[in-house]
């Protein structure tokens, strides 16, 4: 089964307008967070869960997630290629050639999902 085909649909606005990292974000990186969210959400409760997380207001844990992922490099490159790995031989190209936005796009997004989950539970 193709890479893509196992990828959730979900709704990507994309227009001319856009710069290909934008497009890359909306076709590739969203889908691919979506499908990766459970195993992403099991890796990052394992680090809360070592420290006093569930007595922090909504912006603390906001705050210490974001402080986390960006201090903590090998649990942010775990992440990273917990995504990557599931770009196509083309999506990787495109990655290698702009990792650094990328990088930062993918973390943005889960950081925005781990946040809105821990949110509704």
């Known amino acids: 089964m193709d890479k893509i085909q ?3 649909k979900i709704a990507s606005i994309v227009n001319e307008e856009m710069k290909p990292d934008e497009i890359f974000q909306n076709n ?8 990766q969210h ?4 099991m890796r990052l409760n394992k680090t809360l869960s070592k420290s006093d ?4 207001s909504e912006l603390q844990r906001k705050m210490f997630i974001q402080t986390t992922l960006f201090k903590n490099i090998a649990l942010r490159n ?17 990655y290698l050639l702009n990792y650094s ?3 930062k796009r993918i973390i943005k997004i889960i950081i925005e999902r781990i946040i809105s989950t821990l949110t509704i539970k």
């Open 78 to 94: 775990e992440i990273i290629g917990m995504i990557s790995g599931c770009f196509t031989n083309d999506e990787y190209d495109f």
């Open 101 to 103: 936005s990328i990088n």
């Open 38 to 41: 459970e195993i992403i959400f």
């Open 28 to 35: 590739t990186i969203r889908p691919v967070v979506k499908l």
């Open 53 to 56: 997380f569930t007595n922090l």
């Open 6 to 8: 196992i990828r959730p």
